[in-house]
């Protein structure tokens, strides 16, 4: 059964917007896409909007529905009364380019400024190789469809915008995890992950975790490990005697 | 907020009861100190000596002020004047384990410092700098505290045991031993599901394969671990209901209804 929804969408740019009523003929079983594209097929063909797989794996069309952040080819119609008022923000912690695409051009500076993967030599017949266990261990933080939703969310940056130079965001701490997680690394990236990616400043509140389409468990399985790695290297003063004495760590720092 | 985000005069068009929660959880820490700030300055109802319960809130009593029967590990402390809590050692280990509790973290900062009170609910903080600053920077001693709440839950163990005792010697168990008893379960699966314990047991190394003992316990810990608020939440209630229980029998409100001896 289809029926006519209402909707706010914000239109505008850098410069000026505002949210803009819509009434759009939905159809039964659709999500949240469906319904943009329909406004823009019929009646708003300027509308920009960004997205490209409607199946949730593309992480392109990162928006805020009801003030909440989602993926819109995820979200259902049904999730919401036919009677109420649905309204579609651009994602508010990034720039704004037009209407409902954003530039998330900071996630792609953070992410060029984590040193990359550096295995050591391979075995002497040329392989590396590594234990199932420790395979899997980082499979959950590569499900990652880089939609930024969790950096869109996350308060360190989105209430404060002048916190965005010292901060990573929790999408990076997943990679920050992974790698010193990962047993034929050699860069200890432990200091860096505290000073320069600023995980000291998640105060685990989890709602990277929340909004997460990929139900990563970013915070449980990625930053608070990854802080009490940093409490080994920096904060707690027998795991850092032992390591010198018994040099446990031969990883680079960087 | 910078100048090329999108203007958006509304804070948050979260239609949600999104206070709901934090109000809820709030209230309940709110609950618990009021309570245990209570007790501890209260200095009185916690042995109660023929059935031999001890509260958890005064385990172990090891000042020369504890009465008769209830110090089970010597009295190194001495005498300590009545507005100071005879089990200030018990306070501050466990006060503190649950103070930097990962859990307990997050539910305070949304509750109390509105750090955020709800996600994409903007916090009414002019500047934010997280835990890499005094004080919040101690957070990161958790571990030491995950330390010595492990010991604690031991001598938990210990006084689960002594309540075993018969009234009228022997074996025995009354309804305040099946409390304590269950208290110390939970206790237990809220200590052993600690995030400090999950990269203790295991969670530090970087290469699983080298250790297939570890790599067991942090399997095992990291299942606890999904459920590590839960247990925050349970064990909360049941050690407030277990000290309350042999507070009422230990001042003679109400006697313990005895199922063995
Ligand atoms: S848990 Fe940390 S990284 Fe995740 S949203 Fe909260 S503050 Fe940000
Ligand atoms: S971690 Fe989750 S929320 Fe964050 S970018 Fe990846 S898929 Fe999106
Ligand atoms: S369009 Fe690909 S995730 Fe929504
Ligand atoms: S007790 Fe909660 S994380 Fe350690």
Same mark, same amino acid.
């Given at each position: 059964?289809?029926?006519?929804?209402?909707?706010?969408?914000?239109?505008?740019?850098?410069?000026?917007?505002?949210?803009?009523? #819509?009434?759009?003929?939905?159809?039964?079983?659709?999500?949240?896409?469906?319904?943009?594209?329909?406004?823009?097929?019929?009646?708003?063909?300027?509308?920009?909007?960004?997205?490209?797989?409607?199946?949730? =794996?593309?992480?392109?069309?990162?928006?805020?529905?009801?003030?909440?952040?989602?993926?819109?080819?995820?979200?259902?119609?049904?999730?919401?009364?036919?009677?109420?008022?649905?309204?579609?923000?651009?994602?508010?912690?990034?720039?704004?380019?037009?209407?409902?695409?954003?530039?998330?051009?900071?996630?792609?500076?953070?992410?060029?400024?984590?040193?990359?993967?550096?295995?050591?030599?391979?075995?002497?017949?040329?392989?590396?190789?590594?234990?199932?266990?420790?395979?899997?261990?980082?499979?959950?933080?590569?499900?990652?469809?880089?939609?930024?939703?969790?950096?869109?969310?996350?308060?360190?940056?989105?209430?404060?915008?002048?916190?965005?130079?010292?901060?990573?965001?929790? %999408?990076?701490?997943?990679?920050?995890?992974?790698?010193?997680?990962?047993?034929?690394?050699?860069?200890? %990236?432990?200091?860096?992950?505290?000073?320069?990616?600023?995980?000291?400043?998640?105060?685990?509140? =989890?709602?990277?975790?929340?909004?997460?389409?990929?139900?990563?468990?970013?915070?449980?399985?990625?930053?608070?490990?990854?802080?009490?790695?940093?409490?080994?290297?920096? #904060?707690?003063?027998?795991?850092?005697?032992?390591?010198?004495?018994?040099?446990?760590?031969?990883?680079?720092?960087? | 907020?910078?100048?090329?985000?999108?203007?958006?005069?509304?804070?948050?068009?979260?239609?949600?009861?999104?206070?709901?929660?934090?109000?809820?959880?709030?209230?309940?820490?709110?609950?618990? !100190?009021?309570?245990?700030?209570?007790?501890?300055?209260?200095?009185? *109802?916690?042995?109660?000596?023929?059935?031999?319960?001890?509260?958890?809130?005064?385990?172990?009593?090891?000042?020369?002020?504890?009465?008769?029967?209830?110090?089970?590990?010597?009295?190194?402390?001495?005498?300590?004047?009545?507005?100071?809590?005879?089990?200030?050692?018990?306070?501050?280990?466990?006060?503190?384990?649950?103070?930097?509790?990962?859990?307990?973290?997050?539910?305070?900062?949304?509750?109390?410092?509105?750090?955020?009170?709800?996600?994409?609910?903007?916090?009414?903080?002019?500047?934010?700098?997280?835990?890499?600053?005094?004080?919040?920077?101690?957070?990161?001693? *958790?571990?030491?505290?995950?330390?010595?709440?492990?010991?604690?839950?031991?001598?938990?163990?210990?006084?689960?045991?002594?309540?075993?005792?018969? !009234?009228?010697?022997?074996?025995?168990?009354?309804?305040?031993? !099946?409390?304590?008893?269950?208290?110390?379960?939970?206790?237990?699966?809220?200590?052993?599901?600690?995030?400090?314990?999950?990269?203790?047991?295991?969670?530090?190394?970087?290469?699983?394969?080298? *250790?297939?003992?570890?790599?067991?316990?942090?399997?095992? !810990?990291?299942?606890?671990?999904?459920? *590590?608020?839960?247990?925050?939440?349970?064990?909360?209630?049941?050690?407030?209901?277990?000290?309350?229980?042999?507070?009422?029998?230990?001042?003679?409100?109400?006697?313990?209804?005895?199922?063995?001896?």
């Amino acid at each position: 059964m289809g029926y006519d929804l209402s909707m706010r969408v914000w239109r505008g740019d850098v410069d000026s917007g505002e949210l803009a009523p #819509y009434t759009v003929p939905v159809e039964e079983g659709e999500v949240v896409l469906d319904a943009v594209h329909r406004l823009q097929a019929t009646q708003a063909p300027d509308l920009a909007v960004r997205w490209n797989c409607k199946a949730g =794996k593309c992480g392109s069309c990162s928006a805020e529905v009801n003030g909440r952040p989602r993926l819109m080819c995820m979200t259902r119609l049904t999730d919401y009364d036919p009677d109420e008022t649905i309204t579609v923000t651009p994602m508010r912690t990034f720039p704004v380019v037009k209407d409902l695409v954003c530039d998330v051009s900071y996630n792609y500076e953070k992410a060029r400024e984590l040193p990359a993967f550096a295995p050591g030599p391979p075995d002497p017949d040329g392989k590396r190789r590594m234990m199932q266990a420790d395979v899997e261990r980082g499979q959950e933080f590569r499900k990652c469809i880089e939609c930024f939703l969790c950096q869109n969310t996350c308060h360190v940056i989105r209430d404060h915008e002048e916190n965005k130079p010292a901060f990573a965001g929790p %999408r990076f701490f997943l990679r920050y995890a992974e790698l010193d997680m990962h047993p034929l690394d050699t860069n200890d %990236r432990r200091q860096l992950a505290q000073e320069a990616a600023g995980l000291g400043m998640c105060n685990i509140t =989890k709602c990277c975790t929340e909004v997460c389409p990929e139900n990563i468990k970013i915070t449980d399985n990625a930053i608070i490990p990854m802080k009490e790695r940093v409490v080994d290297r920096r #904060y707690d003063p027998l795991v850092w005697l032992g390591s010198k004495i018994f040099r446990r760590d031969e990883r680079t720092e960087v | 907020m910078g100048p090329a985000r999108a203007k958006v005069a509304e804070r948050t068009f979260r239609r949600d009861r999104w206070w709901l929660s934090p109000l809820g959880i709030g209230l309940i820490l709110l609950f618990f !100190v009021v309570y245990s700030t209570i007790r501890y300055f209260m200095n009185d *109802h916690y042995w109660a000596a023929e059935e031999h319960y001890l509260t958890p809130f005064y385990s172990p009593c090891i000042s020369a002020s504890c009465v008769p029967g209830s110090s089970h590990f010597g009295t190194p402390l001495p005498e300590i004047p009545a507005f100071i809590p005879i089990a200030i050692v018990t306070l501050i280990g466990v006060g503190g384990f649950r103070a930097t509790c990962y859990y307990y973290r997050k539910a305070y900062y949304r509750s109390f410092f509105l750090s955020p009170t709800a996600c994409a609910v903007p916090e009414p903080r002019g500047s934010y700098k997280g835990e890499t600053r005094f004080p919040l920077i101690v957070q990161n001693s *958790h571990r030491y505290f995950f330390y010595v709440a492990a010991l604690f839950a031991l001598i938990n163990l210990y006084d689960a045991i002594l309540a075993l005792h018969g !009234v009228n010697g022997g074996v025995g168990v009354g309804l305040g031993t !099946v409390i304590i008893w269950g208290n110390l379960a939970m206790l237990a699966a809220y200590t052993l599901s600690c995030h400090a314990c999950r990269h203790v047991v295991g969670g530090r190394l970087r290469n699983f394969g080298k *250790h297939p003992v570890r790599y067991r316990f942090w399997t095992l !810990v990291s299942k606890l671990n999904t459920r *590590h608020g839960q247990f925050a939440m349970i064990s909360l209630f049941t050690v407030i209901f277990t000290d309350f229980y042999i507070m009422a029998v230990a001042a003679d409100w109400f006697s313990d209804p005895r199922i063995v001896n």
